[in-house]
């Protein structure tokens, strides 16, 4: 079992859709992270969560650090929303654990 | 700042060559790591710097592969001699400090052949 869990692994929507991409993780933490990959493209870092909820623009992500759990929720999904979502956690130094990404592709 | 810069954003080469990937981290930032992607493994870590000084080359595959800080604001990745199997996408990514967010390249696509 990998020790960053995300699902859906591929998630196609109508624009204009809520969206919700999870991340369950099995290891104690300091950080989480969520990053964007379009494809052929680089990777943006969207959030860096300890606890609780951020929020830029229509992006959404939380973090319930009991459960080991976090969302990224994206509201009003627009196609150039279609990336690749990648969580990835640290126990506080350096390295990273990440989860296999979410594709997600949303149609006009 | 222009961000975290890469060079070449893609390499095709013949399998025994040698090839250096470049990196200039953002300007202030500490912390410089090389990460190679593939379908097959994700994400991985090959080489961790801190203040120029590799903290961590655990994840560098081979001897095959050597990375370089000689300053703060340059560092190499070079594979010699290169194998198909090399054939990935890397990714350079600086921070301010070890726990702090990265900041990503946007990857050089090496393509061995």
């Known amino acids: 079992k990998n020790e960053v869990e995300q699902s859906p692994q591929n998630l196609t929507a109508q624009e204009g859709e809520f969206i919700t991409i999870n991340c369950s993780y099995s290891v104690g933490i300091s950080a989480l992270h969520w990053l964007q990959q379009h494809p052929g493209g680089g990777i943006v870092s969207l959030f860096m969560l300890s606890s609780g909820k951020k929020k830029h623009g229509r992006l959404i992500a939380t973090i319930n650090i009991q459960e080991k759990h976090s969302s990224l929720h994206i509201t009003a999904s627009h196609p150039r929303d279609s990336a690749v979502y990648i969580c990835?956690?640290?126990?506080?130094?350096?390295?990273?654990?990440f989860g296999t990404g979410t594709r997600l592709k949303v149609l006009a | 700042d222009a961000g975290v810069i890469q060079s070449p954003r893609h390499e095709v080469t013949e399998m025994g060559q040698e090839v250096t990937l470049r990196c200039k981290p953002i300007s202030g930032h500490n912390s410089l790591f090389w990460y190679r992607q593939t379908m097959m493994r994700g994400l991985e870590l090959l080489i961790y710097f801190n203040n120029n000084v590799p903290i961590d080359d655990s994840g560098m595959p081979e001897d095959r592969f050597s990375a370089k800080m000689p300053n703060a604001s340059f560092s190499t990745l070079k594979i010699q001699p290169s194998e198909p199997r090399d054939s990935a996408v890397y990714f350079c990514?600086?921070?301010?400090?070890?726990?702090?967010?990265?900041?990503f390249g946007s990857g050089t696509r090496l393509t061995v052949v």
């Open positions: 990835a956690v640290s126990s506080g130094t350096y390295k990273y654990i």
């Open positions: 990514a600086s921070s301010l400090t070890e726990n702090y967010g990265y900041t």
